[in-house]
């Protein structure tokens, strides 16, 4: 029976205050302070990629090398009377945050990836004990995250069902573009009676990046019978708006190291409180199996918790900033707009989305000089930015369709978080104007 001093008791939890948003007894972060608590970065690098790994504040370093030495300094003691409470500490602030109903909804993982385990594993374990059919259906969008596919593939495939992908375009130019192409792949999913048992959907697509009607999508699942609904945020807390409740996905999880100022590595799975929703557990099975999945995540045996504690100080560093986390998503997002829209004007070429289809990254595509034909390419381009232009962005391909001809077929996913400064977006334009006006070509790189 999972303890009530890690699940937490009820009379505390159903109805909790929300974090604040802004701070009041602490005066506002300053820009050299900014500067300060991110000055452990290379300052050679003009790091536009905040989506891969995210960034830590020196301060919740600090924190968390405090506690990693206590720890060491008495493990069984920090075991006993720290670890368990520090984590429920961590999961109340995530569950404030991302308003879901009860503290038991949330689960600390390392990363989207495991959480995606996590529910898939679930679904493999359906098919094998006869509960799903073979060849009943799971959707998802053809932009999920490589690793999320191969997790689909790996539980959902193997264990003998259908996936379709729902064809997604880009550049994008509205919603409904999205919503049209996920209702198509429903019905194909539908097709000679079968069963939609799961739809896995991005809140933010990783590569290219667009942000995702998630509520829509939902509510045309629920609609059409689809019988539960995984939502692979990793991008989105810290990024975008994140409201469980809102929502309404059965099973919902976020990296809290991309944008949300967490140490590597630190992720939440949501599950809805719902007799479906039950039987979850973490692949890797230790001493706290079958006490519910927040209990099982907590302990996977001896390892460093540390990223896991140090929610609450991540928050105090959020809420020096004008507007807390809300304030900090804005400022983003009116930011990354306006340099993808710079470097766009600068390069004769287009943005990937309308802005209000981004978030704190944006798709800007790159001259059609530079000859990009293969994902291959982007890497080798990639490479080459960072080696001699001291820049770190990532590219992707996007293959020209039949019949298109002189298309744009190279994007730069561009990031803003609070550490970055105009300099960062003009060495990049800079760096791409030089190779053009060089006549440089990818075929010019040796592989």
């Known amino acids: 029976m999972a303890s009530n001093h890690l699940n937490g008791d009820s009379h505390i939890l159903h109805h909790p205050k929300k974090p604040k948003l802004s701070s009041t007894s602490t005066s506002l972060i300053t820009p050299s302070e900014i500067q300060s608590e991110f000055c452990h970065h290379d300052p050679s690098v003009a790091r536009i990629n ?26 069984d003691h920090f075991y006993f009377n720290c670890l368990k409470e520090g984590i429920l500490k961590s999961r109340t602030v995530i569950k404030q945050l991302i308003n879901a109903r009860h503290v038991d909804e949330v689960s600390i993982v390392d990363n989207a990836t495991t959480a995606a385990a996590i529910v898939l594993q679930r679904i493999a374990w359906a098919f094998a004990e006869g509960r799903f059919d073979k060849g009943d259906v799971a959707i998802m969008l053809h932009y999920a995250y490589g690793a999320v596919k191969k997790s689909v593939e790996a539980y959902v495939t193997r264990a003998g069902g259908c996936v379709i992908e729902v064809q997604m375009p880009f550049p994008v130019n509205s919603n409904d573009e999205i919503i049209h192409e996920f209702r198509k792949a429903l019905e194909r999913g539908k097709e000679n009676g079968r069963k939609i048992r799961l739809a896995v959907i991005d809140h933010i697509t990783s590569m290219p990046c667009v942000v995702i009607p998630v509520k829509e999508l939902v509510k045309i699942c629920r609609e059409e019978g689809v019988d539960q609904v995984f939502v692979d945020a990793a991008h989105a807390i810290g990024c975008t708006d994140v409201d469980m409740q809102d929502i309404a996905a059965d099973f919902y999880t976020s990296n809290l190291h991309k944008w949300f100022f967490c140490p590597p590595s630190i992720a939440f799975l949501y599950s809805r409180s719902s007799p479906k929703c039950l039987d979850l557990h973490h692949p890797v099975v230790s001493h706290e199996y079958g006490n519910g999945l927040a209990m099982e995540s907590a302990w996977i045996g001896t390892r460093d918790y540390s990223a896991q504690l140090v929610v609450p100080k991540v928050l105090d560093f959020v809420n020096r900033f004008e507007g807390g986390i ?3 998503k804005k400022m983003n997002h009116d930011n990354a707009v306006e340099m993808g829209q710079m470097l766009a004007k600068a390069w004769g070429t287009n943005l990937g989305c309308p802005p209000e289809m981004c978030a704190s990254m944006i798709m800007v595509g790159l001259p059609a000089s530079l000859a990009i034909s293969s994902d291959s ?43 970055n400064k105009f300099e960062d977006y003009t060495k990049f334009r800079d760096a791409i ?9 990818c075929n010019l790189l040796s592989i």
């Open 50 to 75: 905040n989506g891969s790994f995210g960034s830590c504040p020196t301060s919740v370093i600090k924190a968390q090398q405090v506690l990693q030495l206590e720890f060491l300094r008495q493990p």
């Open 326 to 328: 809300e304030g900090i």
């Open 377 to 419: 390419d982007t890497l080798k381009l990639r490479a080459h930015l960072r080696e001699n232009f001291g820049v770190e962005v990532p590219l992707y391909y996007r293959a020209p369709k039949d019949g298109e001809v002189g298309v744009i077929t190279g994007y730069a996913r561009i990031s803003y978080q609070v550490y």
């Open 433 to 441: 104007n030089k190779l053009v006006c060089d006549g440089f070509s």
